[in-house]
């Protein structure tokens, strides 16, 4: 199975092939897009996508982790990060494409 990495750069070259824009105009939308999607998240609100999935911010608690390579424990200070939850419609394309292979 031949694995890629879909990047910024390929997803402007699909803007300007299929939708048909100039190359920076293409650029540019995706930085719009992606800029407003992480205001929303520094702003606390989620980024809802139909058909794709959510994204959230949460506060993770303060916790003891381990490492595992040594067994010596530290405190992992309290902290924000970014989820996401797919959809529905996601999850089924997803599935059907794995049990094709």
């Not at 809802?48 to 040594?70: D, E, H, L, M």
């Amino acid at each position: 199975m031949k694995t890629s990495t879909l990047t910024r750069a390929d997803i402007v070259d699909t803007l300007v092939r299929e939708v048909d824009l100039p190359r920076q105009q293409a650029s540019d939308l995706l930085e719009f897009v992606l800029e407003s999607m992480i205001q929303s998240l520094v702003q606390k609100r989620s980024v809802k996508i139909s058909s794709f999935g959510s994204f959230y911010a949460r506060q993770k608690a303060k916790r003891i982790g381990r490492n595992p390579k040594t067994g010596h424990e530290a405190i992992i200070t309290p902290r924000r990060v970014v989820s996401f939850k797919p959809s529905q419609y996601m999850k089924e394309k997803v599935q059907r494409r794995k049990a094709s292979e």
